[in-house]
């Protein structure tokens, strides 16, 4: 159905690009074969390390005009196949395209490249006392991802998401134009928000060369407090409340002892406490140090009168350290505690969250199969892990589509979505489709044919 | 083209609405043959009030089927023409769908019907403790209004638009089909973001028939500044300074000397003070008074230091009565002043503010035509009138171009865009095409026509 890249491409290619960015067959790395979601993997025909949105237009002209499919990647850091050269083809890499390109103090933008990575963009605005908000607990992908995910992240309860920074794009289109959507402005009502169906898109209708970001002044104070519980059920109970109370929280996660645990033995470096099941970790942030108090202070107490044990504050660097390496390194903790596993990475109205922890309890028991969970309570994001541990092939398939079926099943009869922030990717097409029905499938699809005819940006994925 | 609406039609929508709302003909009122636009006005052949999701999807099947356009209207308070039936067809007015359906506590969100009116909504939720940000000036404009032209107003400084607050979406389709798009969710990465495509869409796409609205808690405290300038260059050159500074503002509006003397005469009441040319007024708020306090010090030191004559607050009743009153009447005075006129509705990076209104006094000179503007200065969006005064038609017509090409060029030159928050209607087509381009127009007709294929939604408008 599509064309192979053989010898004559290869050669085109290699008159608009120079050869030693671009490899081939044997020369391409099995890295680029897989992202960070199991079970699928297949590399692309020719892997292309483009520096500019000229680059990737001529690359696009050609694919498209040769019916080449084409699959765009950052870091490749996603959990649902979203990056994965499905057919072959050629993939565009965009890690060297990773230049700041300008920081404009009068318009409180920053306007980056696709390849710079998250961490990278966050120190350097930092450092000049700005503020980018999103903060996925993946540093080490790359803002096009971001983007194309419409990643989340844990400061969404005050914050919101990626959407909400991104002023503009530049985009190559399938067949090679280059388009720009928005601008610096901050408002915008002119036309179709075509800017908005891109984020989140996942690659699959034009490719991200340049971004227009959103900046806010860093806030001059940020304090965290790790409340312990005696059970998960005491620990969720607590965030409907905090929502009702209005206290301005900056992030609300839970965690469970056991994926603690987890992180320890992956880390090697102790958490500040492992005497109790279950965690809240808060964060506040601000201007006035006095008003952080009086809101935290609030906060602790109306927690500790809902049953938390303590509130320890996390405030020293050692104590920062050792619980936000921890968060971070949940996912790989869990990973590395599981021959394998899949991720359910659902979103329920806020109100929900507590009834779903509690369900994925339920489907670990009747499945019988291990689900460890973390994530976002204050924005009812969950991140649940369903793991293999050392299941027979069939058994571990079977049993995660049993999984599966019942958390989305559940997510659906809550009025949540699929993805909060992973996106859908090649994984879990089946249950969007579940959950919108055919006619917004279809719509969809539509949508997709009207900028990419050809179908042959990102083919397989999200419709 | 279209099928004009005929006895028998008239028969079929009096079998599935009760004939009282339903109008047809003569008894339609001159009221809905236009919005607040001057010059283009067109009767729809019949006015259905409807009650109901229900209602709209019954007459939408029926129209869709029989090739009958349609156009959703709500207050009718736009200034593009977006709202007038220019084929005729059935006109469906939600002013009766005007109720809250749901305050949800748990996931601080609203969810109303589309005929709600901007000020109903707000004053149900600052009732209540909470807050809904978006503030547009008109506001009896209602929320499927300001949805469907994705309306800002003066909070967006600190706030953003109304973009920012839709969560989720309950829309008829052209042929019928009810769909809801989002959730009360606070993330959503499941597929395109249709919701996005369909607010700003100016009801081109499909009918809004229930939105849930994502609310936060009220702010304890707000305050507003009063800065009196000698001129409008020394006033709009404080703005590039207030944003670098980083302060924290939720409004930063302009008004020169002639709008207000406008607003004084229209309403008949005494703005606080009228030495000056020109104003700006700021506007703070916060859950601390201490904090407000020091931030508006602080923001008041620096504009006396950059020229302004005085910092008057805004804080008794009767001065804030007389200040808002007066904003809010800017529009209607400007055109109570005028035999006609037309609107600008331009928005340019925030750093281009000042050079973009000297450019207005510029054209006004060169076009020989008075230019009077206010606007938000803050987010870089501006209301600049065109007004006909005493011109004869041909005079009127070739002067407003003359003005209107000027104006429009000089905001592409800025990378800005056509509206900022009006929209593009009927009358700013051919800007909106200069300014986006061929490829891009035809992208949006393309996208049109995914939702409409028969082109019966609003037809005339926006592509």
Known sequence: MYKTVDEKDLNYLSSIIPSERIFYGEG????????????????????????????????MKYANDNNIPVVARGSGTDLVGAAVALEGGIMICTKLMNHILELDENNLTVTVEPGVLLMELQAYVEERDFF???????????????????????????????????????????????????????????????????????????????????????????VSMLLPFVSMEKAIEVVPELIRSKASLTAIEYMSLDTIISAENYLGKKFPDTNYEAYILLTF??????????????????????????????????RKKSV???????????KASTDEMDECDVVVPKSRVADFIKYTHEVAQKVDIRIPSFGHAGDGNLHVYICRDSMDENTWKRKLNEAFDLLY??????????????????????????QVGEGQMKLMRDLKKVFDPGNILNPGKLV
Not at 41 to 58: C, G, Y
């Open 324 to 334: 936000w390496n921890a968060r971070g390194a949940f996912l790989e903790a869990i």
């Open 409 to 434: 099943e559940k997510a659906r009869e809550y009025e949540g979505h699929v993805s909060g922030e992973h996106g859908i990717g090649y994984a879990k097409k089946q249950y969007l489709s579940l």
């Open 132 to 222: 980018y908000p999103p903060d996925p607990g993946e540093k080490s992908a790359t803002i096009g991802g971001n983007i194309s995910t419409n990643a989340g992240g844990m400061r969404a309860v005050k914050y919101g998401v990626t959407r909400d920074y991104v002023r503009g794009l530049t985009v190559v289109m399938p067949n090679g134009d280059i388009e720009h959507f928005g601008s610096k402005c901050v408002k915008n009502s002119s036309g179709y928000d075509i800017k908005d169906l891109i984020i989140g898109s996942e690659g699959t209708l034009c490719i991200i060369t340049e971004a227009i970001l959103k900046l806010i002044p860093k806030p001059l104070e940020s």
């Open 285 to 318: 942030d601000g201007n006035s140090k006095e008003e952080l108090e009086k809101e935290y202070s609030k906060v602790a107490d109306m927690c500790i009168k809902m049953g938390a044990i303590d509130g320890y504050f996390v405030d020293t660097d050692e």
């Open 28 to 59: 391409v790395s099995e890295d680029y074969a897989h992202d960070e979601l199991g079970g699928i993997s297949r590399k692309p025909d020719v892997l292309i390390n483009v520096l500019s949105t000229d680059e990737v237009s001529r690359i």
